[in-house]
T-cell receptor
Framework: KQEVTQIPAALSVPEGENLVLNCSFTDSAIYNLQWFRQDPGKGLTSLLLIQSSQREQTSGRLNASLDKSSGRSTLYIAASQPGDSATYLCAVRQGSGNTPLVFGKGTRLSVIA | GAGVSQSPRYKVAKRGRDVALRCDSISGHVTLYWYRQTLGQGSEVLTYSQSDAQRDKSGRPSGRFSAERPERSVSTLKIQRTEQGDSAVYLC????????????FGPGTRLTVT
C-alpha cells in the first residue's frame, strides 16, 4: 500500500528565505506527483504536476523535483513571502487512467514578515 | 467557466441521520472524486466515478458511503447513519479524464456530526 510522508509537519521561516519542503513515498511505481496548496477553510489549489518521466517542474518562484527511484520529491520556494503561508500537500497517482491520489498529511508553512 | 463547486459549505447533522453532499464539476470533466480530510488521517479517497457511470467506483468500499451521478457534471455523496467519526471536510475533485490531467478541487464541505 502506497504511503506518502511529508517532513516537516510544520515550518516557520522569516520573509525572504528560500525553503524546501520534502515528500517521500514508499512505492516508486507512480504515474505522477502533484503538489497542492491549501489555505485555511479552503479547498486545494494545484501548484505543480510532475509526470513520472520528468525530473522537475517550475512555476514562478516554485520548483518541484522528482526522484522516482528513491521515492522522493521536493518543493522549493524561493524568496518566501507572507502570502506563501499555507499548508502544502504532496500527492501521488499510483497508476495511469483515473486512479485517485494518495496524499501526505501536509506541511504547514508560516512565513513571518 | 466556473471551477468545482460544492454545497452546502457547512453541514451539521445529528448522529444517525443521513446526509447528502453535492458537487458540481467543471464542464467537460469526466471523472469525479470524493476525498475525506481529517486532522488525524489527512486526505483519503472515498469513492470516484468515471464518465457517465451512475455507480461509484469505490476507493474505500463502505456500506454507508455511496456516490450518485445524476448528471454528467454532478455528483452527490450520500452518507447513511452518520457517526461522530464522520466529522470531516469532504472534498470533491474532477479531472478531464486523460491520464495526465490534473485533478481540480472544490472548496469542500465541512460536516459536523453531533
Amino acid at each position: 500500500k502506497q504511503e506518502v510522508t511529508q517532513i516537516p509537519a510544520a515550518l516557520s521561516v522569516p520573509e525572504g528565505e528560500n525553503l524546501v519542503l520534502n515528500c517521500s513515498f514508499t512505492d516508486s511505481a507512480i504515474y505522477n506527483l502533484q503538489w497542492f496548496r491549501q489555505d485555511p477553510g479552503k479547498g486545494l489549489t494545484s501548484l505543480l504536476l510532475i509526470q513520472s518521466s520528468q525530473r522537475e517542474q517550475t512555476s514562478g518562484r516554485l520548483n518541484a523535483s522528482l526522484d522516482k527511484s528513491s521515492g522522493r520529491s521536493t518543493l522549493y520556494i524561493a524568496a518566501s513571502q507572507p502570502g506563501d503561508s499555507a499548508t502544502y500537500l504532496c500527492a501521488v497517482r499510483q497508476g495511469s487512467g483515473n486512479t485517485p491520489l494518495v496524499f501526505g498529511k501536509g506541511t504547514r508553512l508560516s512565513v513571518i514578515a | 467557466g466556473a471551477g468545482v463547486s460544492q454545497s452546502p459549505r457547512y453541514k451539521v447533522a445529528k448522529r444517525g441521520r443521513d446526509v447528502a453532499l453535492r458537487c458540481d464539476s467543471i464542464s467537460g470533466h469526466v471523472t469525479l472524486y470524493w476525498y475525506r480530510q481529517t486532522l488525524g488521517q489527512g486526505s483519503e479517497v472515498l469513492t470516484y466515478s468515471q464518465s457517465d457511470a451512475q455507480r461509484d467506483k469505490s476507493g474505500r468500499p463502505s456500506g454507508r458511503f455511496s456516490a450518485e451521478r445524476p448528471e454528467r457534471s454532478v455528483s452527490t455523496l450520500k452518507i447513511q447513519r452518520t457517526e461522530q467519526g464522520d466529522s470531516a471536510v469532504y472534498l470533491c475533485a474532477s479531472s478531464l479524464g486523460e491520464s495526465s490531467y490534473e485533478q481540480y478541487f472544490g472548496p469542500g464541505t465541512r460536516l459536523t456530526v453531533t
